[in-house]
């Protein structure tokens, strides 16, 4: 009988193929997308595939049964090991590689699993993941000889062509580092032992069960102890990073969190001083502030879609330097290769520190002052949840609003504005406020809560806020 797989409905998302291990997840699924994807590899012509995995402990299963099904496909796979996430991408261009996965659960806890894919060196996601999925169930791969696999140490490379674009001098900055025991962690030690400056280095073993913290370092519950680790060593900054190191959180020398859109104002300024005019893209969910501040150093904003792929395939189509997302994918297009890379982006930004005659701190507290609500998320059906988004769309045109609407709504007002999205991954709707004034985000506030009750909705829970950002 031909061979055939059915994946759990639940695992192929927008983005990427992520499940819970042993439960919607397992290596059979695995070796299912080595045989679909390296199908599509060679039916466009392409021979060669390169594979990562991170730290967790169900990923060296995963790669072993994903590289099987690759090698079923006539393909040549290198093996690059246990490391992040951005070195996959890395060596997908510096192996010229026709495709690229990385097993990896991301900031995900310690019983998930999943696969980030690219193609070309371009993202795989959307409705080629679907493909996934359909191809499975219908058997339709092909089935070659003189597939291999073989072992392929890029690390050191990789750590090289990051050092190389450190531009801070030798100043020696005091840092503080968090890996979060993700799969950063090893290629993070030799990067900072080609650095000036004196760094602390926490939770730096490679172990996937986290048991520091939840490794998501967009939540200020897993910052607690980087914060602490900055006061106690009067560093100048500390850095986080997510389980497989693309994403990245940052704090300041007195200890307060650079969210993603703060940390985009720092660093599109260095960039748009080389590259003035340059086109800038952050996501919707981000401040107001950032964009108006691209402007104000003489570059072009673009809001756009949230979403890593969304993102990398906009910068690709508009020649961006740099984007970022609240959610801390950074992509530097100067210099670097457009993925999202945080170990890349932390050298970036400490050469900024380095170079810089105010302190990071002070970077931080210039910025004009707003208040705003964290992003909301609350359930919604999934056969409801952009319904809703359609029906506030079309009362906001009636009533004549001023908004964008390229993903959700964004609601322009005097008081600041308002954001309602439907997200691509899960049973929910995300939500943001953001306001000049106390007075005038409790106005923001309700006019969402409004046009939520219109829907049929109860009002999100917008309790935790952080006022100050």
């Not at 590689?97 to 900031?107: L, R």
């Not at 967009?218 to 910052?223: C, P, Q, S």
């Not at 390229?406 to 954001?419: E, K, Q």
Request: one cysteine or more.
């Amino acid at each position: 009988m031909a061979w055939t797989h059915r994946f759990d409905p639940t695992v192929l998302r927008e983005y990427d193929i992520r499940g819970i291990v042993g439960m919607t997840l397992h290596p059979a699924d695995a070796e299912a997308i080595g045989r679909c994807f390296g199908t599509i590899i060679a039916r466009q012509g392409g021979s060669r595939a390169v594979v990562g995995r991170d730290g967790r402990h169900s990923s060296v299963a995963m790669e072993d049964a994903l590289v099987k099904g690759l090698a079923a496909c006539g393909l040549s796979v290198a093996r690059i090991g246990c490391g992040p996430t951005p070195m996959l991408y890395y060596a997908a261009h510096a192996l010229k590689a026709d495709g690229a996965i990385q097993v990896t659960g991301s900031h995900n806890p310690p019983d998930y699993n999943g696969f980030k894919m690219v193609l070309g060196n371009k993202p795989f996601f959307g409705a080629q993941i679907k493909e996934i999925g359909r191809m499975a169930a219908a058997g339709d791969v092909v089935e070659r000889a003189g597939g291999a696999d073989a072992a392929h140490d890029i690390a050191a490379e990789y750590v090289a062509r990051i050092l190389r674009d450190y531009d801070g001098g030798a100043r020696a900055l005091t840092v503080v580092w968090d890996p979060g025991n993700g799969s950063g962690a090893d290629v993070l030690k030799h990067i900072v032992a080609g650095l000036p400056g004196r760094h602390v280095l926490l939770n730096d073993t490679i172990d996937g069960s986290f048991p520091a913290h939840h490794p998501d370092p967009t939540v200020a519950k897993n910052l607690e102890q980087l914060i602490a680790a900055v006061a106690a060593n009067k560093a100048d900054l500390g850095i986080a990073f997510d389980g497989d190191a693309d994403r990245i959180g940052v704090v300041d020398g007195t200890g307060a969190i650079l969210w993603g859109d703060q940390l985009m104002v720092v660093l599109a300024r260095d960039v748009l001083r080389a590259r003035p005019g340059a086109t800038i893209i952050a996501d919707v969910k981000a401040s107001q502030v950032l964009f108006d501040e691209i402007a104000k150093a003489g570059g072009k904003p673009l809001m756009w879609r949230t979403g890593h792929s969304l993102i990398k395939a906009k910068m690709a189509e508009t020649k961006c330097p740099l984007a970022g997302e609240m959610s801390g994918h950074i992509f530097f297009a100067d210099k670097w290769y457009g993925f999202d890379d945080a170990l890349y982006s932390a050298v970036r930004l400490l050469g900024i520190v380095a170079r810089a005659q105010e302190s990071l701190a002070a970077m931080r507290a210039a910025l004009p002052a707003v208040v705003n609500t964290p992003e909301l998320r609350f359930d919604c059906a999934e056969d409801r949840k952009f319904a809703v988004i359609e029906e506030v769309k079309a009362r906001l045109k009636a009533a004549g609003a001023a908004m964008s609407d390229i993903d959700g709504v964004r609601v322009n007002s005097a008081d600041g504005w308002w954001l309602l999205r439907a997200s691509n991954t899960q049973a929910v709707l995300v939500a943001r406020c953001e306001a000049n004034s106390a007075a005038g985000l409790e106005r923001l506030k309700a006019a969402l809560v409004a046009q939520l009750a219109q829907s049929g909705l109860a009002a999100p829970d917008f309790s935790g806020e952080n006022a100050g950002h």
